[in-house]
């Protein structure tokens, strides 16, 4: 019998731990900072715009964020910003950094419930430094038989990762919480999607779902993977 499914993908961030709570965190540091400066809102509206503009320069990740906090911080300022504040500005991206990976409920048993059965994946873009060290702290590394970690997640670098794992597209369900990232560009390769929503989506993710698509579920939690790999496989 040969089954639905070969190998089932994981994203990282907001999927399996935590990541952009820690980011509002930080933002609303920086906003308390410059208060006697700048609104939060514009605040807020000329960070995200400096953050649009150099996710292509800096790629995703906390140091890209930290020099687009500065960037900004100088903006708002005329210049005038101090020293000091440049410098509690650092410590904010370090903070986060080092801040610890709180995986999110239900992750590692749905881990457990499908090694064994499946080729595991972790799929998680950003920065190579700091995503390695998570995936390390999330003490999840040894449960995944792949694990890439990509500068951006369009269907040419998905389709490059299953090519370099001999994975048929056809045979490949990636799960996360991110439509423009870990839906739209596996749907695009003919493979399949499940979306487990976080409360929180940073403004550059943000995307439509697809309406209706016989390889795409939303799913309330990360818990229902496993139910669904059942169903898809018809031994459940
Ligand atoms: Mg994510």
Partial sequence: ?????DAIAFDGDDTLWHNEGLFSMTQERFRALLADWVSPEELDARLLETERENVAVYGYGVKGFTLS???SAIEVTNGNVDADTIYRILSFGKDQLRHPVELLPGVEATIDALAGRYRLMLITKGDLFDQE???ARSGLADHFDVIEVVHEKEPDIYRRVLRRNTIDPAQFLMVGNSVRSDVLPVLELGGRAAL???????????????????G???LEH???VPELVARLDGDG
Avoid: F, G, N
């Fill in 216 to 218: 795409y579920w939303e």
């Fill in 1 to 5: 019998v040969t089954r639905v499914l």
């Fill in 133 to 135: 060290s998570k995936i």
């Fill in 69 to 71: 906090m500065i960037e």
């Fill in 196 to 214: 487990v929503p976080y409360h929180l989506t940073w403004e550059l993710e943000v995307a439509e779902p697809p309406r209706e698509h016989d």
């Fill in 222 to 224: 990360i818990s229902q």
